[in-house]
């Protein structure tokens, strides 16, 4: 199982006299190794060196079994060899990584671990797909929480998927066809779809092998995609159940209608937007009265009037009261008349008060028509061109229909004005064109009493909604359901399980069947054996079958299935909040009642990727980042580690260059200090084995460190304890900032710079053996913590670093509540509060940086006992002369001419400062930078002391300008004492 890394090289500091090549095993090496090279020497487990050719066996073998570094020899004085470490983590050795993970069989639930499955089943993207952020965001925090579990060691099942996508993948294809001067009508129903699956068979690859690029740690053994046999076995078993229970029927009702498609889409796939046009004034006449008695109508759409069947005023308007229960007369309609009526529905600040109700194309207005009997005139046909109806507009487009009415309204003088209007735009979201309400025939499926399970089980509090804000928007929804048009007119998809019974009129006799064998067999106990039946040619929506993905993908509705014994119900969907309805809350009925169990007890709703400026990303913009790209110049991990941290649940993500950059840098901080580690590991191997498997997970261990590691794995322990809790309460970006703030600031800049002074010019073997196997019990567990964010890296730095079987993606996740010592931390941090304290002085005196100064520390005995202990730190990080360093309880001479420092009570420093600076120079450029500020200084209260200005100026200005003078006259204080400090220092210097 070896792991495939790539060549480094080191020198290595052995004195050997001869040339040799070292080779790095991950597992035993091969036995009769070298059979052709002098000798063959042992060095700390899974390494060997040879003395030989390059050709020789051991170099053959090393090129299958690992990472091959070749050493050349130092000399015996230098004790810890130079590393040529790559500069930055190669991103081109992620899809190594991944595909050995995935050969592996690291991404498969362990079945023969005990306790309850962690489960989570991926969103289903479109076959048709290309990556974009949001798939991005879904796989990070699904791979995060996949990762996760599988660490903790619950067997781990993410099951990925893709969606058949009805109308996108159909409109690929038809453009596909186009190119080739085909038409899909010019094909029967059985070619069309045969094309569909060969470009499924050549490009649905596609979207799959870019979320691996992700790093998702999917088991794509158990694929599906929901047009497969036993899926579609599910959908058309699901539909055979609600038709039996009376769920599902076929009736004339509203829908949105996509006359480019030909099909009906769903309300949820229709989007709104604000767009200029224009709202139209006509008259009409009201019957039985004089020309010039009529009621002014205003209308954004006046080629409907032909589908109008009433006008609607509100009850308490007095402008129409005295026209209600009269009729008026349609206009350019040859005569009709329509009833006028009153309700409260209308709303008289609109146009005029008075509302043109058109039940055939406006769902509005087909609630009224209900509610009065009012009849729906269709006037479109399914094209968008108007129908018989229209009389002579028949046949015209509906927008061209619109201006001719218009411009023949006004030539009728039955036009009053027309006026710019902005209107709220229908637009269907897969083909961008304005749909169109119809009352068309469509299968519906009956919402109330599924939605009323689905309301009840967030009530008795069975399923939870992250974040809980979302709540009240799901019980809304549900609450207000209408019945699900489930109907496209569409040749790809799951076709609806109906059979018409040839030669009798009417539609209404149809079977419902699970296959046309069943069918018949059904038909012809009611019709006869010569029975013959037509299927239905409309598909389902894809929403139907995506309800049916947690439990579909289980083997359902085989409730024996494995893995539907084994994994359901799931344990949490992750999704994005703006498909709350589309998805979520029907999975939930659907799941309920197929299955009488909920598909899954908690729902993660992530926010959206948005710009760096807020804004949704869109093409027409020119805004849209491509993950790919980003992967490109940043790395996967830098990515996912954006994402997952750049949010909390629910809230969108604003998505910066910068933000990337950043953690582009902390991928190179973790590479770093894992490169520092490596380069200082010990060669022998028993030494390494003592590191390599040390812990301090126990009081008495640590216990016996020094304080300063005391320090970090306690600050370690504390970390495990804190972003443990924050991965199982889905707060990950509070684990992966905490993790970030302790490797970069705890560790790197603070532990690893201190750990220097234990491993150079020490020669205390013990010393270096405790600070290599605290390094390297830190920088474990850091990568186990990190891993779930940011995979890669981890794994390569884990393998080179440990060299254990296995990987860190199935490793177990580090040990929570360890010790901690309250009392080490609390006395570290006060050393790093008195170094930090000493390297302000030195950038407020403009120290050069390779300076050393004096220091005199002023303790009391309870400070000096760990003070002196730490001397060599203390030392080491703030740039101090070790000869010139005093710890003592007292101070002796003159402290007048020092910086001083008070720390803590019982702690203060002192800081010569003739040690710190050239006296002149910082006289000099002290006493320049007093004139710029006294200059400054002047010019403000000149300003201040005008009256005018104090008249005439802005409250807020004149504040600012008090704010700048205030702060100019302390800096003046301030620089004006130190230059009477060094100015007395220079006359005593004199004398």
Same mark, same amino acid.
């Given at each position: 199982m070896a792991f495939p890394h790539t060549s480094m090289s080191l020198r290595l500091a052995l004195p050997l006299p001869f040339p040799t090549s070292l080779v790095w095993w991950r597992n035993s090496p091969p036995s009769s190794v070298c059979n052709t090279c002098l000798k063959v020497f042992a060095l700390p487990p899974r390494f060997l060196y040879c003395i030989g050719r390059e050709s020789c066996q051991l170099w053959r073998h090393s090129a299958l079994g690992g990472l091959r570094m070749r050493f050349t020899v130092a000399g015996a004085q230098e004790r810890f060899p130079l590393v040529e470490f790559p500069k930055n983590f190669d991103f081109s050795a992620e899809e190594r990584i991944y595909n050995w993970w995935e050969s592996q069989g690291y991404f498969k639930p362990n079945l023969h671990k005990e306790g309850q499955p962690f489960v989570v089943s991926m969103p289903p993207p479109n076959v048709t797909g290309a990556l974009h952020m949001g798939h991005a965001m879904f796989v990070t925090l699904e791979d995060i929480m996949t990762r996760y579990w599988r660490m903790r060691g619950r067997p781990t099942l993410w099951i990925p998927g893709t969606d058949h996508a009805g109308i996108a993948t159909q409109l690929v294809v038809e453009k596909m066809l186009a190119a080739q001067g085909l038409k899909r009508e010019e094909l029967s129903r059985e070619e069309f779809v045969e094309k569909v699956w060969e470009w499924k068979k050549k490009f649905g690859g596609t979207i799959t092998n870019q979320l691996r690029r992700l790093g998702a740690s999917c088991d794509w053994t158990r694929e599906h995609f929901t047009l497969d046999e036993q899926l579609s076995e599910? *959908? @058309?078993e699901a539909f055979v159940r609600l038709h039996d229970k009376g769920l599902v029927y076929r009736g &004339?009702?509203?829908? &949105? =209608?996509?006359?480019n498609l030909q099909t009906a889409v769903s309300d949820l796939e229709v989007e709104y937007t604000e767009e200029p046009g224009t709202l139209y004034y006509i008259r009409y006449p009201v019957a039985a009265s004089t020309s010039d008695n009529f009621l002014p109508v205003a209308t954004t759409r006046p080629e409907t009037i032909f589908g109008d069947t009433a006008i609607a005023v509100h009850p308490e308007d007095g402008r129409y009261s005295k026209y209600v229960g009269k009729k008026a007369i349609v206009p350019m309609s040859g005569g009709r008349e329509i009833p +006028? +009526?009153?309700?409260?529905? *209308?709303? $008289?600040?609109?146009?005029?008060?008075?509302?043109k109700i058109t039940p055939g194309h406006d769902p509005n207005d087909y609630a009224i028509g209900k509610k009065f009997s009012l009849p729906a005139i269709n006037i479109m046909n399914k094209d968008g061109t108007l129908n018989d109806n229209a009389g002579v507009y028949s046949g015209l487009d509906r927008f061209a229909a619109r201006q001719k009415i218009w411009t023949d309204l006004e030539a009728a003088n039955l036009s009053l004005k027309a006026e710019p209007y902005t209107l709220r735009v229908p637009r269907s979201q897969r083909g961008g064109e304005i749909v169109e309400p119809l009352v068309s025939? !469509? =299968?519906? @499926? /009956?919402?109330?009493? %599924?939605? $009323?399970?689905? #309301? !009840?089980? %967030?009530?008795? $509090? !069975? #399923? !939870? /909604? /992250?974040p809980e804000r979302f709540e009240k928007i799901y019980n809304n929804w549900l609450s207000n359901i209408k019945d699900w048009c489930i109907s496209r007119q569409l040749w790809w998809g799951h076709r609806i399980p109906v059979w018409y019974v040839k030669g009798i009129n009417s539609n209404d006799e149809y079977i419902v069947a699970r296959n046309e064998e069943d069918a018949y067999a059904k038909a012809s106990k009611k019709f006869g054996n010569d029975v013959e039946l037509e299927q239905e040619s409309d598909v389902l929506d894809t929403w139907f079958s995506s309800g049916l993905w947690p439990f579909s993908t289980l083997g359902w509705p085989d409730t024996s299935a494995e893995d539907f014994v084994r994994f359901y119900p799931t344990t949490i969907l992750e999704t994005g909040h703006d498909i709350l309805f589309f998805w979520v809350a029907r999975m939930v009925m659907m799941g309920i009642e197929c299955t009488g169990k909920l598909p899954f007890s908690t729902v993660y709703l992530h926010g959206l990727v948005r710009d760096s400026q807020g804004r949704k990303?869109?093409?027409? @913009?020119? &805004? @849209? +980042?491509d993950p790919l790209d980003s992967i490109k110049d940043y790395g996967t991990d830098a990515l996912r580690y954006t994402l997952a941290t750049g949010t909390t649940p629910g809230q969108d993500i604003n998505l910066s260059m910068e933000k990337l950059n950043a953690h582009k840098a902390f991928t190179n901080k973790l590479w770093n200090a894992g490169k520092y580690i490596f380069q200082n590991l010990p060669l022998d191997g028993l030494t390494w084995q003592k590191v390599v498997g040390q812990k301090f997970d126990s009081q008495a261990e640590l216990f016996k460190l020094p304080l300063c590691e005391q320090w970090i794995v306690s600050k370690l322990h504390q970390l495990i304890d804190d972003a443990t809790l924050n991965y199982e309460q889905f707060y990950f970006g509070e684990a992966g900032r905490a993790v970030y703030d302790f490797l970069w600031s705890d560790f790197a800049d603070w532990y690893i710079e201190a750990s220097k002074t234990r491993l150079y010019k020490n020669e205390d073997a013990s010393v270096i053996t405790c600070t290599q196997s605290v390094l390297l019990y830190v920088f474990d567990n850091v990568l186990r913590l990190l891993h779930p964010f940011m995979p890669y890296v981890t794994e390569e730095l884990w393998q080179v670093l440990f060299q254990r079987d296995g990987a860190l993606v199935v490793a177990e996740w580090p040990v929570t509540n360890c010790p901690i010592i309250q009392e080490a931390v609390q006395q570290f941090e006060t050393l790093q509060s008195l170094i930090r304290a000493i390297r302000n002085a030195r950038a407020e005196y403009y120290v050069e940086p390779a300076r050393k100064i004096s220091a005199v520390i002023v303790a009391n005995a309870e400070f000096q006992s760990w003070m002196t202990e730490e001397s060599a730190v203390l030392v080491s990080l703030s740039k101090l002369d070790a000869g010139s360093l005093q710890i003592t309880d007292t101070t002796h001479g003159d402290t007048s001419k020092s910086v001083h420092i008070i720390v803590a009570e019982g702690l203060e420093a002192y800081l010569p400062l003739d040690d710190m600076v050239d006296i002149n120079t910082e006289v000099d450029r002290l006493s320049k930078q007093a004139a710029k500020l006294k200059s400054e200084y002047d010019g403000l209260a000149r300003r201040l002391s005008s009256p005018k200005f104090m008249e005439k100026a802005p409250l807020s200005v004149v504040q600012g300008v008090q704010d700048k003078a205030k702060e100019a006259e302390e800096k003046l204080s301030i620089i004006k004492k130190r230059l009477s400090l060094l100015e007395s220092m220079t006359t005593s210097s004199a004398r």
């Open positions: 599910a *959908v @058309v &004339n009702y509203m829908v &949105n =209608w996509s006359p +006028i +009526i009153s309700d409260e529905y *209308v709303d $008289r600040s609109f146009g005029t008060g008075a509302l025939k !469509q =299968w519906f @499926v /009956i919402m109330e009493p %599924l939605a $009323r399970k689905a #309301l !009840q089980a %967030l009530e008795e $509090r !069975q #399923l !939870q /909604i /992250i990303m869109s093409k027409t @913009v020119g &805004n @849209v +980042i």
